[in-house]
C-alpha cells in the first residue's frame, strides 16, 4: 500500500473480516467479485450463441440447450451484473465518501444485501446447473406456468432473493443521502453520480416488490396447476405481462440512470470544467426514474392491448427520451472551451456518447407504434438494448472503474493499455450490435438459432464483432487485476478532480475521513483556465 | 422531545440523526410492503371488474364469522402494541414485557383461526382445482385462488412480526428497552400497524363485499 | 454473395411504415450529425495543451435548456403522431375483408379459409384485396409476423386477436412466430403466397370439395346441443341467434355489448360472466370440450345465420 496509514484494504487480511464486514468499501468491493463472476458466465453462453449463429442452420447445439442459453444470458446479465453494478460496486464504495459521511445509513443491511445477493445467485447457478431454464429473461405464461419443463421455480426464487437485496440497498442509499450528507452539502451541491444514485433508488424501493410480487405468483401458479394467469379458468396471460414490464421497464433505469451519473463525473473531470446545466442533469435523473414509470405498456403494442393504451404509452415513451438527450446536450456544451485530456477514463464517457445517443434514437423507433409492430419481436430490439445496456451500461462501469481505480486501489492502471481497451470496445461493439439493426428490420425474429439463409452475412458479422468485444473486456480484466499489485502508487487526487472523495487517502481510511468535512463549494468548481488548458 | 435512542451507531453523527435514519428507513421500507401487495390487490380489482357476477357468488362463501373474528384479534393487537411502546416511553419494563405478550399471543390467535378457517375452507372445496366446488362458476377459482395467495401472504407476514416482537420481548427482558431507548420498538410496532392495516383492507375485500341480499 | 439490406415491401402498411422509418433515419443522421460534429471539434479545439481561448463563456443557459427541452418535446409529439395514425389504420381491418382464420399451437400455424380450403404453414391469399386474419392458440403465446408486410400480432390463448394487411404485390414471402413459444420456435415459420386473383380463385377450387367454415360450425352446433336451447320453441330458455352478429345486446346489469367474435367466444366459454337480459344464467360452459378451430368454426356459422334477417338494432 502507499503509506504506513491503515486503510481499509489493511485493516484486517483474513476471510471472516472480509465476509464479516460492515464496510461499505469492502462490501463493494464483495460485489465487484461477484458480478463479475456472474458475468463472466452469462458471457460465455452468449459466445455459444454468437458461434451457434454464424450458420443458418441450428447445428451447434440442440434448440432446447439455445433457449436455456439465451435464458440464462438474460438472467444473469440483468440481475446478477447490470442491476448491482453501479449501485453495488461504485455506489456502495462512493456514496459514503461523495458525501462526507462515515458509512451507509444501514451497515448491516448493506451486507445483508450482498448475502441476500449472493443467496439468490446460488439458486440461479444451480438451476443452471442441475438442467437451466428455457422461458426467456420474461418467463412469460403461460409458457412458464404450464408448459416449459425446465427448473423455472428455483431460477425464479433466486432472482426473488437477490431482489430482496437490491431493495434493501436501495432503501440504504436513500436514507444516507437523505440524512447523512456532511454540513454545508446542499442538494444542489451534490455530485451529479449522487443525484442519479438517488433517483436509482427511487425506482429500486417502488419498482422491485412488484417483481418479486410477479415471480411470487408466477411460482403460485406454476406450483399449484392453475391460477391467475390461466385462461382456462378466466384467467389472463396478460396481467402477468403488464405486472412484469411495470417493474421491468423501470429496471432498464435503474440499470443506466447511474451510468449517467458517472459520465457526469468523468467529462467535467477530463474537460476541467464545471458540468453546463447542473441543475438541469440533476432534474433529468429524477423525470426519468418518475417518468420511466409510466411507459412499460410499449413493450407490448402488438400484445393485444388495447389501441388507445398503446397510444398513451407511445407518447409517453418519446416523453421519457427527453431528459436523456439534455444530459448528452449538457455534456457536450461542457466540453466547450474546457482542456480535454484523453486518458482511459474520458475514452469510455466519449464512447459512451456515442454508442447512448445511436442506442436512445433506435429507441424512438420503437416507440413509434407502426414502426414497433414491425420490428417488436425482432432483433431491432436486440440491437437497441444491447447498445444502451453493453454500449452505454457497461462502459459506463468500465469507464467508471477506471476513473476510480486509484481511490479504490491506492495504484494506477496501466494508461496506454487502457485506452487501447477503451478503443478496441468502440470498434468491437459496433460490429457486434450495428449489424443486428439491419437484421430486425429484414424481419429476423429474436430468440431463434435457426434462421432463414439470408440473415447470415450479418449474423458472420455480428459474431466477428463479439470476438473484438470480448478482447475489449479481457484485457481490463487483465491489467487491472495486474495493477493490484504492481501499478503505480496513486496519490489522494491523481486526476485533480473535485469531489468529496478525492479529499482523502487513496485508498481511504476505513473511517472514510478523519475529521467530517465541510462543504462550502458547489459541485465541479474547477480554477479558470489559461489558453494552454492549465489552471490559471 | 423523548430521546429513544441513545446508543448511536458510529456511522451516525448523532443521536438525531439516527433516529430520522431509521425513521425514514422504516417508513420506506413499508412502501416496498405496499407496492408488493399491491400486485395482489390490482389483480382482484381487475378481475372483479370483468368477473363482477363471478366474484359476487364466490365473495359469499367465505366465513364472516372467522373473518370478522380475526379483524377484532388483530385491532386489539395493535392497541396492546400501542400499549407496549407507551409503556417503554414510561420506562416500566414490566409492562412492556405483558403488552407484548399479550400481542404475541393475539397474533398466535389470529394464526390459530386462520388455521380452523382454512380448514373449513377445504372441507368446503373452496381450494380452486379439480375438486373444486361444482355449484361455483368456474371463474370463481380466480377470487379463491386470491383469496389464498392474499390471506396467506398476509400471514406470513404476521409471523415475521410474531418474530419480530419476541426480539422485543427478549430485548426487554435483558433491559435493553427502556426509556432513553425505545426506537426498534417503535419502530417493530409500525410494522406491526401496517400488517395490521393489510388486514384492514383484505377484510372488507374478502368478507364484505356483496354481502348484502 | 447475395445478401438484401432491406424487406420487400408488399403491402400498403409496408409503404406507410417504410416512410415513416426513412424520416426516423434521416432525422437520427441529424441528430448524430448535430451532437458529433460539435464533440469532435470540440475535442480538437480544445485539446489540453492547445493554445486557445479558454474564457468562462457567460452562455444564456436558461434560454438553452428550454429550447433544447421543449423543441425535442413538439418534434417527438409529430413523430409519435405519425406512427399512431399508421398504427390506427392498421390495427382496425376495414369492413369487407377476407377472413381467415389462424390457429398456432407449438410449433406450427394452421390455416383455414371461409371457404373451409386448410393450410399448414402456407397463407395463399389474392393481392390488392384486404386479407383479415382472426387469430388463436391453443396452448402458448406465438406471434404471427409478415415482414414484407411490416405487421405484427401476438396470438394469445383465451382470446381472438386479429391483424390485416393488403398484399400489393404478387410473390412468396416470409411468416414467423415472433415470440418464443418453447423448443421449436425457431423452426415455426412458412410462407404466404400472394397470388392473381385468378390464379387464388384456381386454389381455392383445386382441392376436392370442402366443408365450408359456416357448415363445419353449423353441424357442431347441433352436435354440441346448441340448437337443443337456442332454436325453435325452446327459445324461451335461450336467446335467439339469429342475426345477431354484429348487433347490440341488452345484458342484465343493464349494459349493452357489441355481438363481435369476443362477445360470441367468452358466451360460449364463460357463459355466466355476461347474461343477456330476461334471461337467467342456465347455460352450461364448454371450456375444456371444444377446440379453438371449433370455436371459429361455431361462431363462422352464427356470423352466417339471420343475415338477411331485417336489422332491428344498429
Known amino acids: ?536 | 422531545m423523548t430521546e429513544k435512542n441513545s446508543i448511536v451507531a458510529e456511522q451516525f453523527v448523532d443521536a438525531a440523526q439516527q433516529n430520522e435514519a431509521t425513521a425514514l428507513g422504516l417508513w420506506t421500507f413499508i412502501a416496498t410492503e405496499i407496492l408488493f401487495f399491491g400486485g395482489l390487490f390490482l389483480a382482484y380489482a381487475i378481475y372483479r371488474h370483468f368477473y363482477y357476477h363471478e366474484f359476487d357468488l364466490a365473495s359469499r362463501r367465505t366465513d364472516l364469522f372467522f373473518g370478522t373474528l380475526n379483524s377484532v384479534i388483530l385491532l386489539t393487537s395493535s392497541l396492546t402494541m400501542v400499549l407496549a411502546v407507551q409503556a417503554a416511553k414510561r420506562d416500566q419494563a414490566k409492562m412492556v414485557v405483558r403488552f407484548l405478550s399479550l400481542t404475541i399471543f393475539l397474533g398466535a390467535s389470529f394464526l390459530v383461526v386462520k388455521a380452523f378457517e382454512y380448514h373449513k375452507d377445504i372441507a368446503d372445496q373452496l381450494v380452486p382445482g379439480e375438486k373444486f366446488n361444482a355449484a361455483l362458476p368456474p371463474a370463481a377459482q380466480l377470487f379463491f385462488w386470491l383469496y389464498w395467495a392474499m390471506t396467506g401472504l398476509h400471514a406470513i407476514h404476521i409471523l415475521i412480526g410474531m418474530g419480530l416482537l419476541s426480539v422485543m420481548f427478549f430485548l426487554t427482558r435483558r433491559g435493553r428497552i427502556s426509556a432513553p431507548h425505545f426506537a426498534p420498538l417503535e419502530l417493530t410496532g409500525l410494522y406491526w400497524h401496517f400488517v395490521d392495516i393489510v388486514w384492514l383492507f383484505l377484510y372488507p375485500l374478502l368478507y364484505l363485499v356483496n354481502r348484502h341480499a | 454473395m447475395n445478401f438484401p439490406i432491406f424487406p420487400a415491401a408488399a403491402s400498403t402498411t409496408a409503404v406507410a411504415t417504410d416512410r415513416l422509418y426513412f424520416f426516423l433515419l434521416a432525422f437520427s443522421a441529424c441528430i448524430i450529425a448535430l451532437i458529433f460534429v460539435p464533440l469532435i471539434f470540440f475535442l480538437f479545439k480544445y485539446r489540453r495543451g492547445k493554445v486557445t481561448s479558454r474564457d468562462e463563456p457567460h452562455l444564456p443557459t436558461m434560454k438553452i435548456e428550454i429550447a433544447w427541452t421543449v423543441i425535442p418535446v413538439f418534434l417527438v409529439t409529430g413523430m409519435f403522431a405519425w406512427a399512431a395514425e399508421i398504427f390506427f389504420e392498421e390495427e382496425v381491418p376495414p369492413a369487407n375483408a377476407l377472413e381467415i382464420n389462424v390457429v398456432g399451437k407449438q410449433w406450427m400455424w394452421k390455416l383455414q379459409h371461409s371457404e373451409g380450403n386448410r393450410e399448414i404453414n402456407e397463407l395463399h391469399v389474392p393481392v390488392n384485396r384486404a386479407v383479415k386474419l382472426t387469430l388463436a392458440s391453443e396452448d402458448v403465446i406465438h406471434s404471427f409476423f409478415i415482414p414484407a408486410f411490416r405487421i405484427k400480432q401476438d396470438v394469445v390463448p383465451g382470446r381472438f386477436t386479429t391483424e390485416w394487411f393488403q398484399p400489393t404485390r404478387l410473390g412468396v414471402y416470409r411468416f414467423y412466430c415472433s415470440e418464443y413459444c418453447g423448443a421449436d420456435h425457431s423452426k415455426m415459420a412458412g410462407n404466404v403466397f400472394v397470388l392473381s386473383p385468378p390464379a387464388y380463385a384456381a386454389w381455392l377450387a383445386h382441392d376436392s370439395p370442402h366443408e365450408t367454415l359456416a357448415r363445419a360450425g353449423e353441424n357442431l352446433f347441433r352436435e354440441l346441443g346448441c340448437s337443443g336451447c337456442h332454436v325453435g320453441s325452446a327459445a324461451i330458455h335461450a336467446p335467439s341467434l339469429s342475426g345477431l352478429y354484429g348487433k347490440l345486446v341488452p345484458l342484465s346489469d343493464g349494459t349493452f355489448v357489441r355481438a363481435d367474435d369476443k362477445y360470441l367466444r367468452d358466451s360460449i366459454l364463460q357463459p355466466a360472466a355476461q347474461i343477456v337480459a330476461g334471461y337467467q344464467p342456465l347455460m352450461p360452459t364448454y371450456t375444456g370440450h371444444i377446440s379453438e378451430e371449433e370455436l371459429l368454426h361455431l361462431i363462422a356459422y352464427i356470423k352466417s345465420i339471420g343475415q338477411d334477417a331485417t336489422a332491428q338494432n344498429p
Open chain 1, 1 to 536: 500500500m502507499n503509506d504506513n496509514r491503515q486503510n481499509y484494504l489493511s485493516a484486517g487480511d483474513t476471510v471472516g473480516s472480509w465476509l464479516l464486514t460492515n464496510d461499505h468499501k469492502r462490501i463493494g468491493i464483495l460485489f465487484l467479485c461477484a458480478i463479475l463472476f456472474f458475468f463472466v458466465i452469462a458471457a460465455v453462453a452468449a459466445a455459444l450463441m454468437r458461434l451457434e449463429l454464424l450458420t443458418p442452420q441450428g447445428d451447434l447445439v440442440l434448440s432446447e440447450t439455445y433457449n436455456k442459453l439465451f435464458t440464462m444470458h438474460g438472467v444473469l446479465m440483468v440481475w446478477f451484473f447490470l442491476i448491482p453494478s453501479i449501485p453495488n460496486v461504485l455506489g456502495n464504495f462512493l456514496v459514503p465518501l461523495m458525501i462526507g459521511a462515515r458509512d451507509l445509513a444501514f451497515p448491516r443491511l448493506n451486507l445483508l444485501s450482498w448475502y441476500l445477493f449472493m443467496i439468490g445467485g446460488f439458486f440461479a447457478i444451480h438451476a443452471i446447473a442441475i438442467g437451466g431454464v428455457d422461458t426467456g429473461w420474461t418467463f412469460y405464461t403461460p409458457y412458464s406456468t404450464a408448459y416449459s419443463n425446465t427448473h423455472v421455480i428455483e431460477m425464479a426464487l433466486g432472482i426473488f432473493i437477490a431482489g430482496f437485496g437490491s431493495i434493501l440497498t436501495g432503501l440504504n442509499f436513500i436514507i444516507t443521502i437523505q440524512k447523512m450528507r456532511a454540513p454545508g452539502l446542499t442538494w444542489f451541491r451534490l455530485p451529479l453520480f449522487i443525484w442519479s444514485i438517488y433517483a436509482t433508488s427511487i425506482i429500486l424501493v417502488l419498482a422491485t416488490p412488484v417483481l418479486a410480487i410477479t415471480l411470487a405468483l408466477m411460482i403460485l401458479e406454476r406450483v399449484w396447476g392453475l391460477g391467475i394467469f390461466d385462461p382456462k379458468i378466466g384467467g389472463d396471460p396478460i396481467l402477468f405481462q403488464h405486472l412484469f414490464w411495470f417493474y421491468s421497464h423501470p429496471a432498464v433505469y435503474i440499470m443506466i440512470l447511474p451510468g449517467l451519473g458517472v459520465i457526469s463525473e468523468i467529462i467535467p473531470c477530463f474537460a476541467r470544467k464545471k458540468i453546463f446545466g447542473y441543475k438541469f442533469i440533476a432534474f433529468s435523473s429524477v423525470s426519468i426514474a418518475l417518468i420511466g414509470f409510466l411507459v412499460w405498456g410499449h413493450h407490448m403494442f402488438v400484445s393485444s392491448q388495447s389501441l388507445y393504451a398503446g397510444m398513451v404509452f407511445s407518447f409517453l415513451s418519446f416523453l421519457v427520451a427527453i431528459p436523456s438527450a439534455i444530459k448528452v446536450f449538457n455534456w457536450t456544451m461542457t466540453l466547450y472551451r474546457g482542456s480535454i485530456s484523453l486518458e482511459a477514463p474520458m475514452l469510455y464517457a466519449l464512447g459512451f456518447i456515442g454508442l447512448f445517443v445511436v442506442g436512445g434514437l433506435t429507441g424512438l423507433f420503437l416507440a413509434s407504434l407502426a414502426v414497433d409492430v414491425h420490428v417488436h419481436g425482432t432483433y431491432f430490439v436486440v440491437a437497441h438494448f444491447h447498445y444502451i445496456m453493453v454500449g452505454g451500461m457497461v462502459t459506463a462501469f468500465m469507464g467508471g472503474l477506471h476513473f476510480w481505480w486509484p481511490k479504490i486501489t491506492g495504484r494506477k492502471y496501466p494508461e496506454k493499455l487502457a485506452q487501447l481497451a477503451a478503443i478496441i470496445l468502440f470498434i468491437g461493439f459496433n460490429l457486434t450490435f450495428f449489424p443486428q439493426f439491419v437484421l430486425g428490420y429484414l424481419g429476423m425474429p429474436r430468440r431463434v438459432h435457426d434462421y432463414a439463409p439470408e440473415f447470415q452475412i450479418y449474423n458472420v458479422l455480428s459474431t466477428a464483432g463479439a470476438s473484438i468485444l470480448a478482447i475489449a473486456y479481457l484485457l481490463p480484466l487483465i491489467y487491472l487485476a495486474w495493477s493490484i499489485r504492481h501499478g503505480k502508487i496513486a496519490g489522494p487526487n491523481p486526476w485533480r478532480a473535485t469531489g468529496l472523495e478525492w479529499q482523502t487517502a487513496s485508498p481511504p481510511p476505513t473511517e472514510n475521513f478523519p475529521a467530517t468535512p465541510v462543504v462550502v463549494a458547489d459541485a465541479y468548481e474547477y480554477p479558470p483556465l489559461d489558453d494552454h488548458g492549465e489552471p490559471t
